[in-house]
């Protein structure tokens, strides 16, 4: 993966939510008969500007890419002409300006429920909840979970996927609370045991909390031939392809993909002479893994998957499909649990029970970026789709200037019959971004951590 094609993920991916976000504001104004001025995407000096619609609304993008807004008419900018006086977006009814603030944040939650109703409708491979053995010491292992133990259910509810045990094993670790799992081993027989995470801390779902706790995805021992090569990979460029069978590391004779996993893992950045045959011609070809930080240490990676043979595939893969209704139904679901686990997550670092570590910056989301388009499409609509709602729950908190701040002005109007004073407006305004300000530098300071540390 290069830097340009982090730097054009990342630059997309801000396009396409800030477009989503500033639309919401820009329809709603419209629809409630507010003249707009601008729309803009980015800020700072204008690259491309064009005109367009009945009013020759200003269409802009601009320099820094970081953001975007939408201008509207307001007597309290600049001066309004008298027959255009109500069409300007002060003089709109509380409920008027209410509707078009929260358009924004509301848009993309909309984004994100459209993106996983397509997603589910269109059909996922999945993961099978099938474990590995836990290490000695951890809660899974005192629970009793065994290697390949199918989970059946959390709970009295079904789990069908490893996300599906992954997300609630996180929301009960967050909340300290005890599972009643349901799972069926290789002999076929059904048991129903109790993951505890009661002494869980809490502090420690920042990082890779199932790992923590003892859970990890099974993974059946395969021979160590190509499947998937990422594009851009180290793999790819060092000439490699699906259905190559790797022989020896460096003279070093292979017998499975892990022993392929190791040997790559500990030599980053230093060049592997691989012994493989393809299509029954031996060769050998150099490869120079990439150096990746991971949990504080740099291993190696080049950018291959393994051949799953159709028998392991079965039992470890499941195609996720719904029909439309029931797309709708767990994209609303899905969103509206990752909002609330977000608002979660933020009460808590403001409790002081979960680290600021959590927060990321720009340059963590635009490694993610990255990294999911690497992945293909699925996995970049997902990031996308998460970050979107990410940005939803962020403008809806009560800090000026964000949304949630100039809602907590109007709904303090609705309550109180007048508008608060340009006192009150701008003290709340210096402090609302000093908190942004300070957010912010704890978010790069994490995003330089995790870069120059791991």
């Not at 474990?131 to 059946?152: F, K, Q």
């Not at 505890?196 to 059946?220: C, K, M, N, T, Y």
Request: glycine residues 8%.
């Amino acid at each position: 993966m290069t830097l340009l094609h982090t730097v054009l993920a990342f630059i997309v991916a801000l396009g396409v939510l800030i477009i989503v976000h500033e639309y919401g504001h820009y329809l709603v104004a419209r629809l409630c008969g507010v003249k707009v001025l601008r729309f803009s995407v980015g800020f700072g000096r204008p690259l491309f500007t064009w005109r367009r619609g009945r009013d020759q609304t200003e269409w802009v993008i601009a320099a820094i890419p970081f953001g975007g807004y939408v201008k509207m008419l307001d007597e309290r900018e600049a001066p309004v002409a008298p027959q255009e006086v109500s069409r300007a977006f002060n003089r709109q009814s509380v409920g008027a300006r209410l509707l078009i603030v929260i358009a924004g944040p509301l848009f993309n939650f909309l984004f994100a429920i459209a993106v996983y109703a397509g997603l589910y409708m269109h059909g996922l491979p999945e993961a099978r909840p099938v474990l590995a053995e836990p290490p000695a010491a951890t809660l899974a292992r005192a629970a009793g979970l065994r290697s390949a133990d199918l989970v059946r259910a959390i709970d009295g509810q079904a789990v069908a996927t490893w996300q599906d045990l992954r997300w609630r094993v996180l929301q009960a670790a967050l909340q300290r609370q005890r599972l009643s799992i349901e799972v069926i081993n290789e002999r076929e027989q059904i048991s129903t045991l109790v993951l505890d995470l009661q002494s869980f801390p809490a502090e420690e779902v920042e990082g890779d909390a199932l790992e923590r706790i003892g859970l990890g995805l099974f993974r059946p021992k395969l021979p160590p031939v190509l499947g998937q090569i990422v594009a851009g990979s180290a793999a790819e460029q060092a000439g490699l392809a699906a259905g190559d069978r790797v022989l020896r590391v460096d003279g070093q004779a292979l017998a499975t993909w892990d022993e392929l996993v190791q040997a790559v893992r500990q030599r980053p950045q230093q060049s592997l002479r691989l012994g493989i045959e393809r299509a029954g011609v031996s060769m050998e070809v150099d490869v120079t893994p990439d150096a990746v930080s991971v949990k504080g240490a740099r291993i190696g990676r080049i950018g291959a998957a393994p051949e799953i043979p159709e028998s392991h595939a079965a039992r470890i893969f499941i195609q996720v499909r719904h029909g439309p209704v029931a797309s709708l139904t767990h994209a609303i679901a899905k969103t509206w649990d990752i909002s609330v686990f977000s608002l979660k997550m933020l009460g808590m670092m403001l409790l002081g029970e979960v680290s600021w570590k959590n927060l990321s910056g720009p340059v963590t989301i635009a490694d993610f970026a990255g990294q999911s388009a690497q992945l293909g499409w699925i996995a970049y609509l997902t990031f996308l789709a998460l970050i979107s709602i990410s940005l939803g729950v962020l403008n809806l908190l009560p800090i000026p200037p964000l949304d949630g701040g100039h809602l907590m002005y109007y709904l303090f109007e609705a309550i109180k019959g007048s508008p608060a004073s340009d006192r009150a407006m701008d003290v709340g305004q210096r402090v609302g971004i000093a908190l942004l300000l300070t957010l912010m530098a704890f978010a790069f300071y994490n995003d330089l951590t995790r870069l120059f540390a791991g």
